[in-house]
C-alpha cells in the first residue's frame, strides 16, 4: 500500500505533522512524527479527532489553511458564472424572441 505525505507543520523543536492518504480515497489522516529525542511514538490521528484538538496549534492552523487553499484552488470565476447541472435555462430578455408551442397545434406565423 502506497501512502502519500504532504508536510502540515514542522516544529522549532523538530516534531512533524503530515497531511496522508492511502491507496483508498477515503484513507485520509494526520500522521505525526515525534522528533527523535523526545521519546514519542508516531500517531495516526483521524481527521475528526485531530481538528477537535489543540484549537490553537500552528499543526491545525496549518491543516486549516491547506484546506482552504484546495477550496482556493478549485474556485475559479468562470466556473461560478455557470449554470449547475440541471438548472433552468434563463429567462428572455425583454425582446427577444420566444417560440411557445400552441396547445391546439396552431403555428403563429411571423
Excluded: K, Y
Excluded at 14 to 31: E, I, K, M, T, Y
Amino acid at each position: 500500500m502506497t501512502t502519500v505525505r504532504t508536510l502540515i507543520h514542522a516544529s522549532s523543536n523538530d516534531d512533524r505533522w503530515f497531511l496522508c492518504h492511502g491507496d483508498d480515497p477515503a484513507d485520509v489522516f494526520v500522521f505525526h512524527e515525534p522528533n527523535g529525542p523526545s521519546g514519542g511514538t508516531p500517531a495516526r490521528i483521524a481527521i475528526p479527532e485531530f481538528l477537535a484538538s489543540d484549537l490553537g496549534s500552528p499543526e491545525r492552523r496549518g491543516l486549516l489553511a491547506m484546506i482552504g487553499s484546495l477550496v482556493e484552488a478549485g474556485h475559479s470565476p468562470s466556473s461560478a458564472a455557470a449554470p449547475e447541472p440541471g438548472a433552468a435555462a434563463a429567462e428572455p430578455t425583454p425582446g427577444e424572441a420566444v417560440s411557445i408551442p400552441d396547445p391546439h397545434g396552431v403555428v403563429p406565423q411571423t
